[in-house]
């Protein structure tokens, strides 16, 4: 098949799960098929100049387009929120309108034959003429809507709480009307999958759940030795430029950390991830004990040095890919409901569920008995090297190629003027 792959940036460099996930089934799929890989970035960056060499490389031809997303900081960020309140799109929609892409798509189609558009991002989908031949994929990396409704009930003050609210409908009324243009639909976990079909009305939903290299973490596990793990060190990893994992590291350091430190005054909390706010920085150099790894070239050392990883999360969609990486490390996890949701994983026997409040009490019995953890941890891993590894997912997601061109592709319904204006 010749298959586009439409994203909302560059998975090259992977650094985030949303990116790990895109270029690893772009990876194992290259070799069977002809894939077009369509990006966004700004003109020399990291992506723009190491993602084109990497993607030729593996079989991918790849065509970057030098329009970034505008960033979510800064005073003109704020002024674009306010404009949102007068648009019928949520802001993640909107900003996402790109001229520039929307040429490059409708000039592709124009000269190449496609067999496949898919859409890494949703409103992607409205960047391609509805008259243009081809089925359309939509992979749902969350729900938004559910992200969003969480947010919203999480939210004490009354005022963003009522913004955030807004932003919840938006998505629920956009994603409803994606989901039904699109000829299928590909969600990650079971639970989201179940959310496309019977809150959106569309039935063609197939699950290819997050995953891992299971030959690299078979190598790391030949070269393990629980002894180098340091039984203080709490691990937090996560993107800290997405709201979600924001709220969970709030959480920590306001409450479930300095409980922990009452009742083991040696623990530390180290937090790992890319962009971290400058707000977050500051209030991390007056914490005792908290130490913040931040744009790390590799994690494979915190998941290797830590003795149990934390995912405290409240908020969140799909599936968490730093949970099944810390269990193919062998690496104990303690994680809410919410964090661990969308894997088949069971409470105390593969990981620790522990809510708001019994979490610190969990992490300490954690340090306290890290034998106990470390066999529960194993019977993780087991689990997640048998189920999760991308070259069995890159099957699935094949098999949803194949569903997709057995189906003519559906003419869009007339478009309401708010998702028109995204392209």
Known sequence: MRVVIVDSDVSYPATSGKRLRTLNLMLRLADRHQIIYVGRCAPGSVEDRQAPAFLRDHGIEPILVHDPVARKSGPRFYVRLAYNLLSAMPYSVASHRSAAMTRVLSELAGRRQVDLWQFEWMSYLRMLAPDVAGPRLVVAHNVETLIWERFCRNERNPLKRWFLRGQWRKFERCERQVF???????????EDALLIRHRFGQPRVDVVDNGIDRAFFDAVQARRDPARRDPRR??????????????????????IFPQVRAQAPEAILQIVGRNPPGRL?????????????????????????????????????????????????????????????????????????AEESDTAAALVRALREPERLRAQAERGRALVLERYDWGVLAKKLEETWERCLALPHRAAEPREPALAATR
């Open 180 to 190: 039904q243009d699109a000829d299928r639909v590909v969600a990650v976990s079971p």
């Open 234 to 255: 709490i691990l937090f990893l996560g993107a800290l430029d997405w709201r979600p994992n924001l709220d969970a590291v709030d959480l920590l350091l306001e409450r």
């Open 281 to 353: 920085r500051e209030r991390v150099t007056r914490l005792a004990g908290v130490e913040l790894r931040a744009d790390v070239a590799d994690v494979r050392p915190y998941l290797a040095q830590a003795s149990v990883m934390t995912v405290p999360l409240r908020i969140g969609g799909g599936s968490r890919l730093k949970i099944l990486e810390a269990l193919a490390c062998g690496l104990p996890v303690v994680s809410t409901k919410v964090g661990a949701e969308g894997l088949v994983l069971t409470p105390d026997e593969h990981y620790t569920q």
